[in-house]
């Protein structure tokens, strides 16, 4: 006992004279009034880390995280609304799957993610983290990149349309639609948000590249005769215009493509954004205007934007989108060509991915899955 009392120090007792004895004593007679120093910082750095697991579970970080999304069926219904309809051209019965490929992005202004959203990311290989500013621009609130992801959406459903049309051989006449002005646009009053220009100078205009070349014949500062219809008439106006940042003659405006087509085509999807379902859409136009299915019954997935052209090109989050495509069945992926880098190695097991730089290589790799199997030799492949 006398050596515990030593360890805990000396106690008065009620008396002066009163003998020794520990302030606080275990069972087995050793004192606790004073830890040993190993004990002590074991301790510590245990509160320390408890205080900075949950710090780590509420405080934001600058990143943003990706994750596999869900897919849908372009061929299918959401809440007994089909997602492509055709209205005023014949239709076939369709099988299988064309899914479209998504991913949830969690970050940005006002829903930054934390620091273990982070590091739980970094150790799962099905999920991918950046810094926010990759994926969201800087100020850009959330609504302002919902609304921005909407407008590409829409755009991207008009490309797949005009995309498929054209492949089957239909007209689909091209013209540059009026989207916005710029702050200080000298055509504001003039022009009007909608307007489709048909020609400046009394020649047709057909794409962007054809307008800014006739808009070059027009010294700044001068009008540009323009014809362009609107609310389904023609009308003539004088557009005034004025020097662009590189010395170019511009008119103020942000012009989009706008079409024609033989008919309706309605796409109908809900909670998601982004161009990047175009070449999936694309193929579930055609494969609903033509006889026989076009994934023979198989459920094939796949991503990428597409051109009014038929060009298909590279996306984001690719990895994820091949785990979401297994998960929901597909046992065929098709690729953008220029996002093979991020594909190879990160192909989920019992997925074959098959790469395609247009929308008439995808019809063509389709076509050879169904007479050769998605593990034909003759396949396009990332490599």
Request: proline share 7%; hydrophobic share 40%; charged share 15%.
């Amino acid at each position: 006992m006398a050596g515990a009392t030593g360890a805990a120090g000396r106690a008065e007792g009620p008396g002066a004279d009163g003998p020794a004895v520990p302030a606080v004593t275990e069972r087995s007679g050793r004192s606790l009034g004073r830890l040993h120093p190993t004990t002590a910082m074991l301790m510590v750095s245990l509160l320390a880390l408890v205080l900075l697991l949950a710090a780590s579970s509420v405080l934001p970080v600058p990143y943003a995280v990706m994750s596999p999304g869900p897919a849908t069926n372009t061929l299918g219904e959401q809440q007994g609304t089909p997602l492509i309809a055709v209205k005023g051209a014949t239709t076939y019965p369709t099988s299988g799957g064309l899914d479209l490929t998504t991913v949830r992005i969690y970050g940005g202004e006002g829903r930054r993610v934390t620091l273990w959203q982070v590091v739980s990311g970094w150790l799962s290989p099905e999920v991918t983290v950046v810094r926010e500013e990759a994926m969201f621009p800087p100020g850009q609130t959330a609504e302002e990149t919902k609304e921005q992801n909407q407008q590409l959406m829409a755009s991207s459903q008009e490309s797949a349309t005009a995309a498929a049309l054209t492949a089957l051989g239909y007209s689909v006449p091209r013209h540059m639609q009026v989207l916005s002005f710029a702050e200080d646009s000298p055509s504001r009053g003039v022009l009007a948000e909608g307007d489709q220009v048909i020609s400046v100078g009394g020649t047709p205009v057909g794409g962007g590249d054809a307008l800014r070349a006739e808009l070059q014949k027009v010294t700044p500062g001068e009008k540009a005769r323009l014809v362009v219809r609107r609310a389904g008439r023609e009308v003539s106006l004088d557009v005034p215009t004025t020097t662009g940042s590189t010395g170019a003659t511009v008119m103020g405006v942000i012009v989009k493509p706008a079409f024609t087509f033989p008919f309706d085509v309605t796409i109908q999807i809900e909670n998601v954004g982004g161009p990047s379902a175009g070449t999936m859409f694309a193929l579930g136009i055609i494969d609903k205007l033509t006889p026989g299915s076009m994934t023979d019954g198989r459920t094939v997935a796949g991503t990428g934007t597409i051109t009014e052209d038929g060009v298909v090109g590279p996306i984001g989050g690719i990895r994820q989108k091949m785990v979401g495509a297994r998960e929901a069945g597909a046992s065929v992926f098709l690729a953008p060509a220029d996002n093979c880098p991020d594909v190879v190695g990160y192909v989920p097991e019992g997925l074959s991915v098959i790469r395609m730089a247009t929308l008439a290589e995808a019809r063509a790799a389709l076509e050879e899955v169904r007479s050769g199997g998605p593990d034909s030799t003759r396949l396009p492949r990332c490599s």
